[in-house]
């Protein structure tokens, strides 16, 4: 079995000690950090995706791949940055103002990750401006709101509006995503995209950034 | 059909597989009650007496067959030792989960629903609305185990602990089944029915392996011990229909976001099926999308009687009163013995 085929069954299994072990091993052998990147990680994230849109897997399985995921990116990360790789795009991520809840855009960022994009990782009750500075300065290309409770939904509109402020609408792209966000209610406030959940938003990532 | 009957006569038909005069309709509402009475959010949470009074209000206004009491999902939480923010016109949220720290379990204490935190103020307005409402069932909800547990731990590391620290979940949902079990004993001394809501043990949250392993036993546990349990069940359940039904509730509510077709199939009438608007309509749907989707639940569900009409989920506080008032006249029209007995 080559190792990349290796790392890829342990990304799936989990074992976040045995990625870590094989992708050190795999660079040691020569190999490319984007090939590793790609064939160790992203093709096999690009199954997950699919399973967990499928409902044949769930947030638990996804939370025990995302970890050995993480530890093989870290461990690749030094690598990649020599390589002068570039992530497939910048997404910023974060729950609006007046929500705290993460968990929901937690795993969009895994998928995300697992698609090769990277992310800024905002957290919970994000002031609009914070999510402007994450596209401003951080170079975030797409900003992704979550939003799970409707009395912060205003803050989704805000948002929206310091982004034109700031003469960045059109220019950074808005997701929004939750429990009551529905695509009429995105459409409606003006949002570029929006995606039921975090399988289909690296779909509509992809799409609204021009990306095969 | 001549009789007059009351919301009470229409959920015990609905029960006993029979026929009033027309579906029962069980609006789920929490925070919304605030504006009715013109209080805020945050008094609606924190004074048993304004919420009573809001909650009364609702039943006057709308004249719901069932008349839920629901506070906020972090009661139990919060007595155990969470903290959470209260914002003036926002729902409470948890700001500090107590078990950050696995080690701390072992000095939690399972709550005194007469004297801890908030529980003995929801007693209270449970207490204070059916002393005022005699004509239809006043439901309260208990917080079930597995949202416990995740409100207390965070929803991230417990699933993380269900992959590393088997020992530790069971320890938590043990320490989390005290925990619903003393509050719905509560609920029965003051007369009430036991009804739990669960919503972190669906598929929206957790996988029908974890539920199996860390969730089935103990809700096996409440309903082998309360006998007859309504539960409520937020996200997507379709995968675990079928278990549910055989851990024993006698009726299951469900969400948007599963099957009713198939909860109906699978259900063979052996529960009482609550559901399920999309809550999201009443705040920004068309008067026509909130009609059809009554109407289709209606088809769906109500042929052969075991069957209650109601949202998904809680009714946010923002939905407008008119569509409420929408929901209401739907269920009415969609719901009556005629048109039960025509599909």
Redesign the interface.
């Known amino acids: 079995m080559s190792i990349l085929t290796e790392i890829a069954e342990n990304v799936r299994d989990?074992n976040a000690t045995r990625v870590k072990e094989l992708t050190e091993a795999a660079l040691n052998e020569g190999l490319s950090a984007p090939q590793i990147l790609k064939q160790g990680f992203i093709d096999t994230m690009n199954v997950v995706r699919k399973q967990f849109e499928m409902?044949e897997?769930?947030?638990?399985?996804v939370?025990?791949v995302s970890?050995a995921m993480k530890v093989g990116m870290d461990t690749l990360e030094p690598a990649l940055i020599a390589a002068r790789a570039e992530p497939v795009a910048k997404v910023a991520l974060g729950t609006v103002q007046?929500d705290?809840?993460i968990?929901g855009h937690?795993i969009v960022g895994i998928m995300l990750r697992g698609a090769g994009f990277q992310i800024i990782e905002l957290g919970g009750n994000v002031p609009p401006q914070q999510f402007i500075n994450a596209a401003r300065n951080g170079g975030a290309q797409i900003i992704g709101m979550s939003c799970l409770?409707?009395?912060?939904r205003p803050s989704v509109i805000a948002t929206i509006e310091a982004l034109e402020a700031a003469g960045l609408k059109g220019k950074v792209k808005t997701m929004v995503g939750g429990a009551?966000m529905?695509k009429?209610?995105a459409d409606k406030i003006g949002a570029d995209g929006y995606a039921p959940d975090g399988a289909l938003a690296v779909e509509k990532a992809k799409e609204l950034l021009k990306l095969s | 059909m001549t009789r007059e009957y009351s919301g009470r006569d229409r959920v015990i038909a609905a029960y006993k597989r029979e026929y009033a005069d027309r579906v029962p309709t069980a609006p789920m509402v929490g925070s919304f009650n605030a504006k009715l009475t013109g209080i805020t959010i945050k008094e609606y949470e924190r004074d048993p007496a304004k919420m009573a009074n809001s909650i009364v209000k609702f039943y006057e206004m709308f004249a719901p067959d069932v008349l839920s009491v629901v506070g906020d999902l972090w009661l139990e939480a919060e007595a155990a030792g969470d903290e959470l923010d209260f914002p003036e016109e926002a729902t409470c949220y948890i700001k500090k989960y107590v078990l950050e720290e696995k080690s701390t379990l072992a000095k939690l204490n399972v709550p005194d629903p007469k004297r801890d935190k908030r529980l003995p103020d929801y007693l209270e307005a449970c207490e204070r609305v059916a002393s005022a409402v005699k004509d239809v069932p006043v439901a309260a909800a208990v917080t079930g185990p597995c949202t416990i547990a995740m409100c207390l731990r965070s929803p991230e590391e417990f699933i993380n602990d269900t992959l590393d620290d088997p020992k530790f979940v069971h320890e938590l949902m043990r320490f989390t089944t005290e925990v619903t079990k003393k509050f719905c004993d509560a609920f029965k001394e003051i007369g009430s029915s036991v009804n739990v809501g669960d919503p972190s043990a669906s598929c929206s949250c957790i996988s029908p392996a974890v539920y199996r392993e860390f969730v089935k036993p103990y809700h096996q546990e409440i309903v082998d011990h309360f006998k007859q349990v309504f539960l409520h069940m937020c996200g997507y359940i379709d995968p675990l229909m079928e278990e549910l039904i055989q851990v024993g509730f006698n009726a299951i509510s469900i969400d948007e976001t599963s099957s009713l077709k198939k909860m109906v199939e699978i259900s063979q009438k052996r529960v009482v099926i609550f559901g399920n608007v999309p809550p999201h309509l009443l705040v920004d749907g068309t008067k026509a999308e909130i009609e059809e989707s009554v109407r289709q639940c209606m088809e769906t569900a109500a042929k052969d009687s075991a069957f209650i009409l109601a949202p998904g989920c809680e009714i946010p506080p923002e939905t407008p009163l008119e569509n409420m008032k929408c929901f209401m006249e739907a269920a009415h029209k969609y719901g009556s013995y005629e048109r039960i007995m025509a599909l």
């Open positions: 989990g409902k897997i769930y947030l638990p399985e939370l025990l970890r007046g705290p809840h968990i937690m409770v409707t009395t912060a009551i529905t009429n209610y």
